[in-house]
């Protein structure tokens, strides 16, 4: 247990670094976001069609592991971005996911330019189902493919 906890103590020196940045929100008004300036910094959207959402995304070095290669975690989470993109209605909460199935079957490297396409399955009352595909840009080929599933419940209108 020493062993994994002197492993895991940061340096001052490191302390220091992770103490001086300064990350702002997204959007004016919004409340600061460590999660979003670290983990969804970096992607646009590219086009949006009437069920499908074009995004782009530049592998950035944080989001890495130690092989250089884009961390799993981090797929699924664009995975879940954009899949609750596709389905979130302005002025209600944000939709809840319920189970997400990831096939990861390739990587993506440092700078690699990704194209995420997120297309709305089908909904039903609360319910909605997503699809995303994660590929590479300049390739065609495919990182990851995940199914999304999420629920939000709105007010209703009667």
Do not use: W
Not at 41 to 70: A, N, W, Y
């Amino acid at each position: 247990m020493e062993k994994s906890q002197a492993f895991l103590e940061l340096t001052q020196e490191e302390s220091d670094r992770v103490s001086s940045l300064d990350f702002l929100p997204l959007r004016t008004g919004a409340e600061f976001s460590f999660y979003e300036c670290y983990a969804l910094r970096g992607i646009r959207v590219d086009r949006l069609e009437s069920d499908r959402v074009f995004c782009i995304f530049k592998v950035p070095p944080r989001l890495t592991d130690g092989e250089g290669k884009l961390a799993a975690g981090a797929i699924a989470n664009l995975i879940d971005a954009v899949g609750a993109g596709c389905v979130n209605v302005g002025g209600h909460p944000v939709n809840v996911s319920v189970d997400m199935s990831i096939s990861f079957h390739s990587s993506a490297k440092i700078d690699d330019e990704l194209e995420i396409i997120g297309q709305v399955l089908g909904r039903k009352g609360g319910y909605s189902g997503t699809s995303v595909l994660v590929k590479n840009k300049a390739t065609g080929e495919l990182i990851a493919e995940g199914r999304h599933s999420l629920f939000g419940k709105y007010a209703s209108k009667m």
